[in-house]
């Protein structure tokens, strides 16, 4: 995986990587119940064991090309993932498997943040997608290229970018 973010409350663990189209969300509570009940399906090289996915699987969501990174909003079970192949920040539902919502941005987006999204509480109105690489869209201005984010208002059901 590219990217495994821990919802805040730690019910659940959001696993992506750049070459599926899918999220996979996992169960902290389905993988405890797993080891306590001794649920593995095999063992790795080194004698540790391994819990099969759909023990441990809450939901998968294709949420689009090349998810890497997502953080959280003050709203119940939604969440924000990093496209990095289609250039969007999706908006999911990770407790009902759904997208809700998904905005292009003018570059490969790599890393993004909302407000207070890493914290117990997350809290942001707001949300800022960092670029990854430019998409021809920029002068060049010498061998790297404009570090430039966007920001995008989340404080509503659609998405909407503000700079």
Known sequence: PHGVDVRPDGKYMV????LDT???VYSFEKIQAAIKAGKFESKDPYGIPVIGMKEALHVQVPLGLGPLHTQYDSKACVAYTSLYVDSQVAKWNFCEGKV???????YNI???MTMEGDSTKPAG????ALNKLAIDRFVPVGPLHPQNHQLIDISNDKMQLLY
């Open 15 to 18: 696993v992506s990587g750049k």
């Open 22 to 24: 899918h999220v996979s």
């Open 100 to 106: 809700l919502d998904k905005i292009s941005v003018h």
């Open 110 to 112: 790599g890393h993004l």
């Open 125 to 128: 109105k707001y949300l800022v």
